[in-house]
C-alpha cells in the first residue's frame, strides 16, 4: 500500500523558516514527480511547487516565489519544501501528492497518491 507521510509542520512565527519532509513507501518513487500543495480554511487548496521525478525541472507558485524551494532525494524515496521567510497568509495544511503525468501537473485531480497533511500555522 502506498503511502506518502508527511513531517515538519509547526506553529512559527512570521520571519521564521520550516522545511517540510514527505517520505514515500512502497511507491516507486523516482518514477513519480511530486507536488506540494496547501489548503486554508475557507480558501480552495492550491499548488505550492513540484518537481519532476528527476529534481531536473522545478515549479514553484508565484505566491511563494523566491521564498520556498522543493527537493527530493531519491535514494531516501524524500521529497522537500524548505520554506523561509514565512508569513502569516502562508498558514494551511500542507499536502505532498505524487503523479506520473508529464508536464508535471498543477491541478490536483492529476495527482494519484496524497498524504494526509501537516499543519503550518505562522502567527504574525
Known amino acids: 500500500q502506498v503511502q506518502l507521510i508527511e513531517s515538519g509542520g509547526a506553529l512559527v512565527q512570521a520571519g521564521d523558516s520550516l522545511r517540510l519532509s514527505c517520505a514515500a513507501s512502497?511507491?516507486?518513487?523516482?518514477?513519480?514527480?511530486m507536488g506540494w500543495f496547501r489548503q486554508a480554511p475557507g480558501k480552495e487548496g492550491e499548488i505550492v511547487a513540484h518537481?519532476?521525478?528527476?529534481?531536473?525541472?522545478?515549479y514553484v507558485a508565484d505566491s511563494v516565489k523566491g521564498r520556498f524551494s522543493i527537493s527530493r532525494d531519491n535514494a531516501k524515496n524524500t521529497v522537500y519544501l524548505q520554506m523561509n521567510s514565512l508569513k502569516p497568509e502562508d498558514t494551511a495544511v500542507y499536502y505532498c501528492?505524487?503523479?506520473?503525468?508529464?508536464?508535471?501537473?498543477?491541478?490536483?485531480?492529476?495527482?494519484?497518491?496524497w498524504g494526509q497533511g501537516t499543519q503550518v500555522t505562522v502567527s504574525s
Open positions: 512502497e511507491l516507486a518513487f523516482s518514477k513519480y514527480s
Open positions: 501528492a505524487a503523479s506520473t503525468l508529464l508536464p508535471v501537473p498543477v491541478v490536483s485531480d492529476e495527482y494519484k497518491y
Open positions: 518537481i519532476v521525478w528527476s529534481g531536473a525541472t522545478t
